[in-house]
C-alpha cells in the first residue's frame, strides 16, 4: 500500500448484520465470493446483552452464492461473549482466502452471529482486504467496478 492511499482503497465492506435487537437465535450476512481479496475481517459489536444472553460468532463457507454444502471455517470462531462482561464489546475474526476449501469447490463466506437465551443487540460486518483490484469503489463512484456491498452510499 502507497503512503498516500487510504485505508479504503484496498478494504471494502462485503456484507452486514445492521445493528439489531437479535432475539435468541442467528443472523448472517449473504455470501459473498473470495475472488477479488486476499484477506478478510470480520467486526461483532455488541450493544447491551439481555439477561443471561450469550453471543456466538463464526465465518462459515460455502461453494456458491446460495450457501450449497455451507460449513464453518475451521478456527475461525470467537470465544463466546457472556452477559456478565460482553455489553457493548467488539470481537474479530481475520482469515485468508487460502484458509477455504478450495480443493473442494468453496469459494464463498459469510459471518454468522448467534444469540443465546435473550434478544440482544448485535451487528456484524465482514470486509476484504488486499484487494486483487485497487482502489476499491463504492457503489456511487462507479458500480461497474464496485468490489464491496451496495449498501455502501459512499467513501469520502
Same mark, same amino acid.
Given at each position: ?15 452486514? +448484520?445492521? *445493528? ?7 443472523? =448472517?450476512?449473504?455470501?459473498?465470493? +473470495? ?18 444472553? =450469550?453471543?456466538?460468532? $463464526?465465518?462459515?463457507? @460455502?461453494?456458491?452464492?446460495?450457501? =450449497?454444502?455451507?460449513? !464453518? ?15 457493548? $464489546?467488539? @470481537? ?6 487460502? !484458509? ?8 464463498? +463466506? ?6 443465546? =437465551?435473550?434478544?440482544?443487540?448485535? %451487528? ?10 485497487? *482502489?476499491? $469503489?463504492?457503489?456511487?463512484?462507479? *458500480?461497474?467496478?464496485?468490489?464491496? @456491498? %451496495? ?6
Amino acid at each position: 500500500m502507497q503512503m498516500n492511499n487510504a485505508i479504503s482503497d484496498g478494504l471494502a465492506l462485503l456484507g452486514s +448484520v445492521d *445493528p439489531v435487537s437479535q432475539g435468541a437465535g442467528a443472523v =448472517t450476512t449473504g455470501w459473498v465470493s +473470495v475472488q477479488n481479496f486476499l484477506s478478510f475481517m470480520a467486526l461483532v459489536s455488541t450493544g447491551v446483552l439481555g439477561a443471561s444472553a =450469550t453471543v456466538d460468532a $463464526k465465518i462459515q463457507q @460455502a461453494s456458491d452464492s446460495s450457501g =450449497t454444502g455451507a460449513k !464453518d471455517l475451521s478456527g475461525k470462531a470467537i470465544t463466546q461473549i457472556v452477559k456478565a462482561s460482553g455489553d457493548n $464489546k467488539q @470481537a474479530m475474526i481475520n482469515f485468508r482466502a487460502q !484458509d477455504l476449501d478450495t480443493a473442494n469447490g468453496f469459494g464463498y +463466506v459469510r459471518l454468522s452471529i448467534t444469540v443465546g =437465551t435473550a434478544a440482544s443487540l448485535v %451487528a456484524g460486518y465482514l470486509y476484504g482486504g488486499n484487494a486483487r483490484y485497487e *482502489p476499491v $469503489k463504492d457503489a456511487s463512484a462507479n *458500480p461497474a467496478i464496485n468490489l464491496g @456491498a %451496495a449498501s455502501v452510499v459512499q467513501i469520502v
